[in-house]
């Protein structure tokens, strides 16, 4: 059955994505710079594992420098993205669920396995989340390093402080209503389109977990994993584990 998060991506964010974070150039410069900050392309990093790999943007900086990846997501779109993206480069396209495990197992050990822009919060649930990092842990090579980014969703929020502009161009709109539980936050995205005649509007809600940094801390301490570097981009947290 397909989850809300995928009917999300399929029908609204995948065909935007890139624009909503400000086109190409700007989202190439940002996963490099983020990867940089963890010291992944420091050196050639063997073979590494990005799931939820998205359009490819940190995919192709870390082939760039001289690792094959792994490129793993459920959204056959952002894959067909991520093969123009990073055309020429050593990167292998998998569309697979991230909690399939077997179906990447199989080429571990990982130089780095990687977890980037909020995509830990689109699992299902916490089980889930705590399962994987265990399993993640153990596809690990030595002195190989667990990369997560998500954003900590710490605070609720209420009426108008819970709309958001994400981006707005002449032509296009794109906004976010969101609605707070306990353990997850239900996102609305709308999006209006100006067609030269008519605004046509987008309309798709989804949930991401409210993680919390101590708790992924704590479920990584028992896989093993102690916090090489740990620290706050753009209002994400971004973790780097080793084995300890
Ligand atoms: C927020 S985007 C992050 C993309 C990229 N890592 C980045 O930082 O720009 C989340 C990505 O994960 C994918 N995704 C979400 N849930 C997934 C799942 N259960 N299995 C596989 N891919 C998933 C989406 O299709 C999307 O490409």
């Known amino acids: 059955m397909t989850s809300p998060v995928e009917t999300h991506y399929k029908t609204l964010l995948a065909s935007r994505y890139t624009w909503m974070y400000g086109g190409l150039e700007k989202c190439l410069s940002a996963a490099r710079e983020l990867l940089d900050s963890l010291g992944l392309l420091a050196s050639s990093h063997g073979v590494v594992l990005d799931l939820g790999s998205g359009p490819g943007y940190h995919a192709k900086a870390l082939a760039e420098s001289g690792s094959r990846v792994i490129a793993v997501d459920n959204s056959p779109e952002l894959l067909q993205e991520l093969a123009q993206v990073c055309s020429g480069l050593d990167v292998v396209p998998l569309q697979a669920e991230i909690s399939d495990t077997a179906r990447y197992a199989v080429r571990s050990p990982f130089s780095a396995i990687l977890c980037l822009g909020d995509t830990l919060t689109?699992?299902?649930?916490?089980?889930?989340?705590?399962?994987?990092?265990?399993?993640?842990?153990?596809?690990?090579?030595?002195?190989?390093?667990?990369?997560?980014?998500?954003?900590?969703?710490?605070?609720?929020?209420?009426?108008?402080?819970?709309?958001?502009?994400?981006?707005?161009?002449?032509?296009?709109?794109?906004?976010?209503?969101?609605?707070?539980?306990?353990?997850?936050?239900?996102?609305?995205?709308?999006?209006?389109?100006?067609?030269?005649?008519?605004?046509?509007?987008?309309?798709?809600?989804?949930?991401?977990?409210?993680?919390?940094?101590e708790w992924i801390v704590a479920r990584a301490a028992a896989a093993g994993l102690v916090v090489k570097s740990d620290a706050v981009r753009a209002g994400r947290r971004v973790m780097a584990l080793t084995r300890g």
């Open 122 to 213: 689109h699992l299902d649930s916490f089980a889930t989340v705590e399962r994987l990092i265990d399993e993640w842990s153990r596809m690990l090579a030595s002195g190989g390093a667990l990369a997560l980014e998500f954003r900590e969703q710490a605070r609720d929020l209420y009426g108008q402080d819970a709309v958001l502009t994400t981006r707005a161009d002449r032509d296009r709109i794109m906004q976010c209503v969101l609605h707070f539980e306990p353990e997850r936050v239900w996102i609305t995205d709308i999006v209006h389109e100006w067609n030269g005649s008519q605004w046509q509007v987008w309309k798709s809600t989804y949930p991401k977990l409210r993680l919390k940094a």
